[in-house]
Structures are given as C-alpha cells and as structure tokens.
C-alpha cells in the first residue's frame, strides 16, 4: 500500500520569493516519486522524477526537489517564482502491479506580483 | 515523438444520456493506457487502466466503462450519466509496468452533467 499526503492545500508567494510544496509519502515498495503540474483546464505535464539515483532531483523550468529517505520526505522546490508558475501541483507515487499512481491531493501555487 | 489526444474537449450532457469520450496514442506501440477522473478542487481518481487490447482493469466500481479495441485507442463510456459523473477526465499513458516510467497525460475532457 501507498499513500502520498501534500500538507499545504494552498500556498501563496509573491514573485521573485522562493517556493517550497511540501510533500511525504510512505510506500512498501521502494518507491518512484514525480512531481506534476496542472495550469487551468489542462493536463498534467511532468516537472521532475526520483527513481533511486540521485537524491537531490532537478526539473523543467527551475524547479527541483529532494528525496529524504529517513523523512519519507520529497518536497519540491523553486528559488524564485514566476507568475507562469501559479498553478496546481501534484506529488506522485508509483508502484505496484500496473505501474499504478498514487496521487496526493495537490497544492494550488499562487502568485502575487 | 509521442502524442496523446482526447476528445471532446468539453461535453455538456442530460442526467441519463449515454456518453463516450475516446483517447488515441501516438508515435508508441502497446501502451498502458489510464482514464482518471479529476472532480472540483479534488486530486486524480483512477477509473480503469489496459496493458493490452482487450484488457480492462476497473479500479473503482460506477456506472462507467471502457474499452480497447485498438491498441492505441482508449474509451470511456456510459449508458447513462450521473450527476455526479461531472468532472474532469484524463487519459494517460505509460510505456510499461515499471514504476520508473512516469505517465503521460492527455489535454483532458471537461464534462458536465446537467
């Protein structure tokens, strides 16, 4: 079994401020963790993945994030945000027969000028 | 390179209607294919998932169905709609079974049931 809890249902910073989507999982298998964003109206795109190489993962458009182990901890991060990165954010864990996902229940980014 | 379509991109339909919203893969051979449902304000649902023509798995038992009858095309289907059937509706595919392999996700089909 596998379950993945994002503690931060909403989060707001202003431009220019660093981001910080919060995100821990727990999983029997030895797991795969993703982070994906979704804009308005629209699929998800896949910003980043962790498959048991590097712990400390970088992705598309600035953001990176880290898997800790002993936190049971990926939490997803950005120097300095962009308006274009307010959106809706999911943390992602996959295992088990079928290449299933397990979705946490998202962080909406928003950003103020 | 791959794509994924899906289509309609949006479906206002009456409470007992059926339905049949269809999703196609690109520029891969035998996908694991995935519908999920994404309701308002809540994360992804998994409806059902294929690993090969003909192959359904349902995750979550409702008034939905689906079908492969190709290998690079998936349906979603109902012989009559719901209320609560409302939402948002995402295709996805993977190369395999292998957790390494992330998900690829259609443009998804916004569908209201009135």
């Known amino acids: 079994a596998q379950s993945v809890t994002q503690l931060d249902s909403h989060v707001s910073v202003s431009e220019g401020t660093p981001v910080l989507l919060r995100c821990n999982y727990s999983s029997s298998y030895s797991p795969s963790l993703f982070w994906y964003v979704q804009h308005p109206n629209k699929g998800l795109q896949l910003l980043l993945k962790y498959t048991s190489a590097a712990t400390l993962v970088k992705g598309i458009n600035g953001f990176e994030a880290e898997f800790k182990k002993s936190e049971t901890s990926f939490h997803l991060t950005k120097p300095s945000a962009h308006m274009s990165d307010a959106a809706e954010y999911f943390c992602?864990?996959?295992?088990?027969?079928?290449?299933?996902?397990?979705f946490g229940g998202g962080t909406r980014l928003m950003v103020k000028p | 390179s791959q794509t994924i379509h899906q289509w309609p991109a949006t479906l206002v339909q009456p409470v007992g209607s059926p339905l049949s919203l269809e999703c196609t893969v690109e520029g891969t051979s035998n996908p694991n294919l995935y519908w999920y449902r994404q309701a308002a304000g809540r994360g992804l649902q998994l409806l059902f998932y294929?690993?090969?023509?003909?192959?359904i798995s349902s995750e979550v038992p409702q008034n939905l169905s689906a079908s492969r009858p190709q290998d690079r095309q998936f349906i979603l289907s109902s012989k009559k709609l719901l209320l609560s059937d409302s939402g948002f509706y995402l295709c996805?595919?993977?190369?395999?079974?292998?957790?390494?392999?992330?998900?690829?996700f259609g443009p998804g089909t916004r569908l209201t049931v009135l």
């Open positions: 996805a595919w993977s190369v395999d079974s292998s957790s390494y392999n992330e998900q690829f």
């Open positions: 992602v864990v996959s295992g088990g027969a079928g290449n299933m996902l397990t």
């Open positions: 294929s690993v090969g023509i003909g192959q």
